[in-house]
């Protein structure tokens, strides 16, 4: 695996994820994905100028995820974190440490794009089969690292 992306001039590497913790994120996030996926479909399907665009896309995922319990979400955020390092030198560090963030630069929309590459890279395989959802290595910027640090 060992995929890497640069995001805000930084270098970050994400790793693998435990096959139960991708379950329990699934089952966490699936209810918005699926109602993403629905939501892409009949976008797709819809005459040019019907559609309502990005914020009409995800208004059903917002609903969900937004009363989504905190603890959900901090699990989700969390556990994908885990999964990403930062390059320092020629090494590669940690982002958190339990629920703390060891890099104080890493604010949110930062941090949102890290864990959406942890889910795409780590479970991508099952979300692609939901209608209207195809996340991929390629659509999302990131490069394959070859060097296993």
């Not at 009409?56 to 699990?75: F, Q, R, S």
């Not at 290595?137 to 296993?148: C, E, I, L, V």
């Amino acid at each position: 695996m060992n995929t890497t992306l640069e995001v805000a001039g930084q270098t970050y590497r994400v790793d693998k994820m435990a096959a139960l913790t991708q379950l329990h994120i699934g089952r966490r996030l699936l209810p918005a994905l699926i109602a993403v996926g629905i939501r892409a479909e009949e976008l797709a399907n819809m005459k040019e100028g019907e559609g309502g665009g990005f914020a009409h896309l995800m208004e059903p995922a917002v609903k969900i995820m937004g009363v989504m319990t905190d603890e959900d979400v901090n699990y989700v955020l969390f556990k994908s974190l885990q999964c990403i390092r930062r390059k320092q030198d020629e090494r590669y560090a940690p982002v958190v440490a339990g629920e703390r963030l060891i890099f104080e630069d890493i604010e949110m929309p930062i941090m949102v794009r890290l864990v959406a590459a942890v889910i795409q890279e780590n479970m991508g395989g099952f979300f692609a089969l939901l209608p209207g959802v195809s996340p991929s290595p390629a659509s999302s910027g990131t490069t394959q690292d070859q060097a296993s640090t």
